[in-house]
């Protein structure tokens, strides 16, 4: 199988549109419908206009591909970061095979040091078995959602809650940094051990607060530092997706978390949005509180990274 980079979608792009679409339903069921705005060929279009976004088809013969990936890059160019993943034969899972060893090895050959796989994927691809050999690791993910309502809303007053400001970035990224210092599948997220994706994820937050008025994120500052924090942003009409939630490990045990998480949720609900969603680990600790605070288990993917350096378990 040939793969191809550009910049262009597919001619055939509106037949991985409706697996897209397809993969979605059997992910968020009947919450389809808050991610449908997103799957439309204009976001796509979009996406590949960033320079540190690459697209790759797969083709055997060269037109109609049967094969789309698109992954981000970092700064140095020494990581890729599967956002889309689509294959159309699923009735021939060797070629699948083959296609993802062969990319895997190209990466690896020109000095790719981090691979993330972090995506739902329909079961019958069976990523895991295929990348395995090839040196991933393995991390057992969870989607998880909230359906708000004002009966389960707590009402949250605290002086110490400020809204994300640029102006203590280096506080914010710090408290990222030591929140999940001992985490082993913190390499999953480059914004929060890379000191360059942090700040870029951050500015984008920012901006989006800024520019649509939709609370990206609270801080929790004692003696002006951040404790804690919470990052989310929009994701459907009436939904939300909760990125972090993290608490410095000296203020842990203060139900700091509780009430970023209750803040967030309350503002959120003012606003409209009707349901939440994150995505989390089972070794999580975070996961009992997502649990008292009404989140409830939606799906459960694998997420495969790789790296020669860096250890998740």
């Known amino acids: 199988m040939i793969l191809t980079p550009t910049k262009d979608l597919p001619e055939n792009f509106n037949l991985f549109l409706k697996h897209i679409i397809q993969e979605y339903s059997h992910y968020f069921g009947k919450y389809l419908d808050e991610y449908l705005p997103l799957l439309n060929p204009e976001t796509y279009l979009q996406l590949l206009k960033k320079n540190n976004i690459e697209c790759l ?142 700040y870029e994820f951050l500015q984008n937050l920012i901006y989006i607060q800024n520019n649509t008025s939709f609370p990206t994120g609270f801080q929790y500052k004692q003696k002006e530092q951040s404790v804690g924090i919470i990052l989310g942003n929009l994701t459907g009409n009436k939904s939300a997706t909760l990125f972090h939630l993290a608490v410095h490990p000296s203020y842990r045990r203060q139900g700091i978390a509780t009430i970023l998480l209750q803040k967030w949720c309350q503002v959120l609900f003012h606003r409209g949005i009707k349901n939440i969603f994150l995505w989390t680990q089972f070794g ?26 860096k250890v998740l378990s």
């Open 57 to 198: 088809l797969g083709s055997f013969p060269e037109k109609n591909p049967s094969a789309l990936i698109i992954s981000s890059c970092n700064t140095t160019n020494t990581r890729r970061e599967i956002i889309l993943l689509q294959y159309l034969k699923g009735n021939n899972p060797e070629e699948f095979y083959r296609l993802m060893e062969g990319l895997v090895r190209f990466w690896k050959s020109h000095h790719i040091q981090e691979i993330i796989f972090d995506i739902p994927t329909i079961p019958n691809l069976h990523l895991p078995e295929i990348l395995c050999p090839l040196s991933f690791q393995i991390v057992p993910r969870l989607i998880m959602v909230k359906e708000q309502d004002k009966d389960h809303l707590t009402k949250i007053k605290d002086k110490n809650i400020h809204p994300l400001s640029s102006n203590n970035f280096s506080s914010i990224i710090s408290c990222l940094q030591s929140a999940y210092e001992h985490i082993p599948w913190k390499y999953l997220h480059p914004e929060i051990y890379d000191s360059y994706d942090a």
């Open 284 to 309: 999580n600790p975070a996961l009992k509180l997502y649990l008292k605070q009404n989140f409830h288990p939606l799906y459960t993917y694998p997420a495969c990274y790789y790296s020669p350096q």
